[in-house]
Each structure stands twice: as structure tokens, then as C-alpha cells.
């Protein structure tokens, strides 16, 4: 989703407000995820004091599978984003957003966003116990005999 900035930019005190919502098929090619829910995106640019801003949450679920007991379940997720937008920069510099044309891909950044903040490690529950490492028994769900002796 293409944003043109350009009233933004130009006039100061001035808001757009944002609510989009990116399909599960358009975020299909992203591997390791498997979305069960749109990825909806609420929020506004605005321009204070001549400094552009966007501050936007992302809300979606995602279908994971836990990395110690391998249990399927589900996940909703809520994270805030805000980045500085320019027009263009002189040099590289990650903190701030280019706005190409005075446009941004609102799309592309929050989907950027999200996965940054995603965790690394994927846990059904903080205290899982995980699989026996002998018979594979889920030990949140029974306890095995394996180690007793």
C-alpha cells in the first residue's frame, strides 16, 4: 500500500490517518510464518514542526509451532512502530524512512517491522517442559519413565 506523503511534507499540522489491513495471501511468500489472520496496520503520518512521522500498530495471529514440544497453536501479536520520514538523505542512515516520490510502502515497512520484532525462539508456554529426549513423550501432557531409575 502506496502512501502518497506529499501534503504531509508541505504543510505543517497536518495529519493522515492510516487503517489497512494486508491480506494472508499477500504476505504468503514470507517464509517460516504461517499467518492465520490479516495483518492489520492502524495509525497516522503527521507533520510537526516540519519533522514527518509515522507511528502505526500491527495486530495479527500467526499459526506456530512451539520449539520444545512441537504443539501447534495460535498467537495474536500487537506491536507500535514510529519512524522519522524524509524526503531524501545524503548519506545512509537506517533510523529515518525515504520517501521515494514523497510516497512510502506502508506495507513493506510494517511487514519489515513485525518480523524484526518477532521472537526468535517460539514457546507454546514460558514454563513448557518439552518432548523426552528418550521416547518423545510430551512431558506438559504425561510424565514417562525413562530417567526414574
Same mark, same amino acid.
Request: with cysteine.
Given at each position: 500500500?502506496?502512501?502518497?506523503?506529499?501534503?504531509?511534507?508541505?504543510?505543517? #499540522? $497536518?495529519?493522515?490517518?492510516?487503517?489497512?489491513?494486508? %491480506?494472508?495471501?499477500? *504476505?504468503?511468500?514470507?517464509?517460516?510464518?504461517? &499467518?492465520?489472520?490479516?495483518?492489520?496496520? /492502524?495509525?497516522?503520518?503527521?507533520? /510537526?514542526? #516540519?519533522?514527518?512521522? *509515522?507511528?502505526?500498530?500491527? $495486530?495479527?495471529?500467526?499459526?506456530?509451532?512451539?520449539?520444545?514440544?512441537?504443539?501447534? &497453536?495460535?498467537? +495474536?501479536?500487537?506491536?507500535?512502530?514510529?519512524?522519522?520520514?524524509?524526503?531524501?538523505? +545524503?548519506?545512509?542512515?537506517?533510523?529515518?524512512?525515504?520517501?521515494?516520490?514523497?510516497?512510502?510502502?506502508?506495507? $513493506?515497512?510494517? *511487514?519489515?517491522?513485525?518480523?524484526?520484532?518477532?521472537?526468535?525462539? *517460539?514457546?507454546?508456554?514460558?514454563?513448557?517442559?518439552?518432548?523426552?529426549? %528418550?521416547? #518423545?513423550?510430551?512431558?506438559?501432557?504425561?510424565?514417562?519413565?525413562? &530417567?526414574? +531409575?
Amino acid at each position: 500500500m502506496t502512501i502518497n506523503l506529499r501534503k504531509i511534507f508541505n504543510l505543517p #499540522g $497536518e495529519t493522515l490517518p492510516v487503517d489497512v489491513a494486508v %491480506s494472508q495471501e499477500d *504476505i504468503t511468500d514470507i517464509h517460516g510464518y504461517d &499467518f492465520a489472520s490479516p495483518v492489520v496496520i /492502524r495509525g497516522e503520518a503527521f507533520n /510537526r514542526a #516540519g519533522i514527518v512521522k *509515522i507511528k502505526f500498530t500491527t $495486530e495479527f495471529t500467526l499459526n506456530l509451532i512451539c520449539d520444545r514440544c512441537l504443539k501447534e &497453536f495460535e498467537r +495474536s501479536y500487537v506491536y507500535d512502530f514510529e519512524h522519522v520520514v524524509v524526503k531524501s538523505l +545524503s548519506t545512509d542512515n537506517d533510523e529515518y524512512i525515504v520517501a521515494d516520490n514523497e510516497s512510502i510502502d506502508l506495507k $513493506e515497512i510494517a *511487514i519489515s517491522d513485525l518480523l524484526l520484532q518477532l521472537p526468535s525462539k *517460539i514457546l507454546c508456554d514460558e514454563d513448557c517442559k518439552g518432548l523426552c529426549s %528418550s521416547c #518423545g513423550c510430551n512431558l506438559n501432557e504425561s510424565q514417562c519413565d525413562c &530417567f526414574s +531409575s
